[in-house]
C-alpha cells in the first residue's frame, strides 16, 4: 500500500509511480475523443447519412459549443463538491460511467437520413459532450493539485502527453479502418462506435482507479461564476494570448482532422486512404516529442513553440501542392505537420503549466481550477468549430451529400475546396497565430515579479499552505 501522501508539506514527495501513469491513461479518453469525432463525424454525416454539409457542420458544431458554457461549470461545481474520494475523483467516475455508452450511441446510424440524422447525431453528441466535461475539467486540474514541484509536474505531464500520441495514433487508425472495412455501411460505424467507447472507457476508468492514492498538495478554486471567471482573464494578459494563440491552432488542426477523409476519398482517389494519411500525421507524435521536449529545455518552452508553429505551416502550405505534384507530395507534406503536431501538443501545455505558476507567485492565488476549466472550453470550441468551418468550405464549393448506397460525383469547384481547405486554410489559422505568440511573450516578461516580491510571494504561500 503507497504510503497516504494527501496531507503532505514541505519538500516535494515524488509521486507513486501508478499515480503517474494511470493518471496519464485519462488521455486515452481526452485524446480519442478529441481526435474521432473530428476526423469522421462529419464525413459520416455527410457521406453515409446523406446529410447537407451546411447543416452537418451545426450538428458537429453547437454540441461541441455548448462545451464553453458547461466547462466553466462543471469547474464550480466540482470546487465546491464535498462528496466522498475529494472534489476531482467523482466527477472522473461520473463521466466514465456515462461517456463510453453515449459515444458509441452517436454511431449507431439509426434509420434515418437527412435532417432527422443530423438531429439524433447533434442530441446524442451534446450529451456525450457534456459527459466529457464532467471528466475532463477534473482531469487537467488534477497535476496541479497533486504536486508543487515543477519537475514532478513535468514527469506527470510527460505520461500524459505520451498516452495522448498513443490515443491519437490508435483511435485514428482504428476507427476509419472498421468504419471503412465493409465499404462505408451503417454497420461499419457501429461497430466502430462500440470499439472506440470501450478504448475510451479504458482511460476513464485507468485514470480514476489510479489516482486514488494521489495526494492532494494544493488546493485550486475556480471563481464561482463564469463573469467573475471571464473578469480574471481579462485581468491576465499571459494568459489571454496564449489562448487566443492556441486557439488559432487548434482551429487549424480541427479543419485539417475534418479534411482528412475528404482528402484521402475525393483528392487521392480512395477512402482507405485515410488510415496511412493519419498515421503519416500522427506517427511522428511519439517519436519525435522527446525531441521537442529536448529543444524546449536548450533555448525555452516558446522558441520551441515559434519552431513548432512555422513549422505547422510550410507543412500545410506544402499539402496544397499534392493535388498536381502526387500522393507522394501529400503523404511528406502531411508527416511534416505530423511533426510540428507533436510540439504543438505538449509545448503549450508547458506554457499553460508556466503561466499558472507564475500567476501564483504574482498574486499569490490558486487559480489554476478557472484557467484550466476556460482554456479546455477554448481548444474544444476550437476543434469542433474546425469541422463547422470545414462544413461550410464544402457548402460554399457545392459538395454534394449523399448516403452509402448511393454514391455522386462532386463538381469541380468541390474538389477544389476540398484540397485548399485541408492546406491553405489551416496554413493561414496558423500563420495567424503568430502574433498572439509574439504578444504573450512580451506580455509575460512584463508580468514577472521582481525577485524580491517572488520570494515574499513565496513565502506567503508557503505560510498559508502550513496554516
Not at 491576465?236 to 475528404?262: D, I, S
Request: hydrophobic content about 55%; glycine content about 10%.
Amino acid at each position: 500500500m503507497p504510503p497516504d501522501l494527501r496531507a503532505t508539506s514541505g519538500p516535494a514527495v515524488p509521486l507513486p509511480r501508478r499515480v503517474r501513469v494511470g493518471y496519464g491513461l485519462g488521455s486515452l479518453c481526452t485524446g480519442t475523443f478529441a481526435t474521432v469525432p473530428g476526423l469522421i463525424l462529419l464525413y459520416y454525416l455527410t457521406d453515409v447519412l446523406a446529410v447537407p454539409a451546411a447543416v452537418a457542420g451545426f450538428a458537429v458544431f453547437l454540441p461541441k459549443a455548448w462545451d464553453v458554457l458547461v466547462n466553466p461549470l462543471v469547474g464550480a461545481v466540482s470546487d465546491r463538491s464535498r462528496l466522498r474520494g475529494g472534489p476531482r475523483r467523482p466527477f472522473l467516475l461520473i463521466g466514465a460511467c456515462t461517456l463510453p455508452p453515449l459515444f458509441a450511441l452517436v454511431f449507431a446510424a439509426p434509420p434515418l437520413r437527412g435532417a432527422a440524422a443530423a438531429g439524433y447525431v447533434a442530441v446524442l453528441f451534446l450529451l456525450a459532450a457534456t459527459a466529457y466535461a464532467v471528466f475532463q475539467v477534473p482531469y487537467v486540474t488534477l497535476p496541479a493539485e497533486m504536486t508543487e514541484d515543477a519537475g514532478e509536474r513535468g514527469r506527470v505531464l510527460g505520461w500524459r502527453v505520451g498516452f495522448l500520441g498513443v490515443a491519437i495514433l490508435l483511435s485514428g487508425a482504428l476507427a476509419p479502418a472498421i468504419a471503412h472495412a465493409g465499404g462505408d455501411t451503417p454497420a461499419g460505424y457501429r461497430l466502430m462506435g462500440v470499439a472506440v467507447a470501450g478504448l475510451i472507457a479504458v482511460g476513464m476508468f485507468g485514470a480514476w482507479a489510479a489516482t486514488k492514492d494521489a495526494p492532494t498538495v494544493a488546493r485550486s478554486e475556480a471563481e464561482p461564476t463564469l463573469r467573475a471567471q471571464l473578469a480574471a482573464v481579462r485581468e491576465h494578459r499571459p494568459f489571454r494570448r496564449l489562448v487566443a494563440m492556441w486557439t488559432l491552432q487548434a482551429l487549424a488542426v480541427g479543419v485539417m482532422l475534418a479534411g482528412v477523409q475528404y482528402f484521402a476519398t475525393y483528392t487521392l482517389g480512395s477512402a482507405t486512404a485515410v488510415t496511412p494519411l493519419f498515421a503519416a500525421l500522427i506517427g511522428p507524435l511519439v517519436l519525435v516529442m522527446p525531441l521537442w521536449n529536448r529543444l524546449s529545455r536548450r533555448c525555452g518552452v516558446r522558441a520551441a513553440q515559434w519552431c513548432a508553429s512555422l513549422l505547422f505551416t510550410a507543412g500545410s502550405l506544402l499539402l496544397a501542392l499534392a493535388p498536381v505534384a502526387g500522393a507522394g507530395v501529400g503523404y511528406g507534406a502531411v508527416a511534416v505537420v505530423g511533426v510540428a503536431y507533436a510540439g504543438l501538443q505538449l509545448l503549450p501545455l508547458n506554457m499553460l503549466a508556466e503561466t499558472l505558476a507564475a500567476d501564483v507567485v504574482r498574486t499569490g492565488r490558486r487559480r489554476a481550477a478557472t484557467f484550466t476549466g476556460l482554456w479546455t472550453a477554448a481548444e474544444t470550441l476550437a476543434f469542433a468549430l474546425g469541422a463547422g468551418v470545414f462544413a461550410l468550405v464544402l457548402a460554399v464549393t457545392g459538395f454534394r451529400s449523399s448516403d452509402a448506397e448511393h454514391q455522386v460525383a462532386q463538381p469541380e469547384a468541390a474538389l477544389t475546396g476540398i484540397a485548399l481547405g485541408m492546406s491553405l486554410l489551416p496554413a493561414l489559422l496558423a500563420a495567424a497565430s503568430l502574433w498572439p505568440l509574439h504578444r504573450y511573450a512580451e506580455a509575460a516578461r512584463e508580468q514577472e515579479p521582481a525577485p524580491e516580491q517572488a520570494q515574499e510571494q513565496e513565502d506567503g504561500v508557503e505560510t498559508e499552505r502550513a496554516r
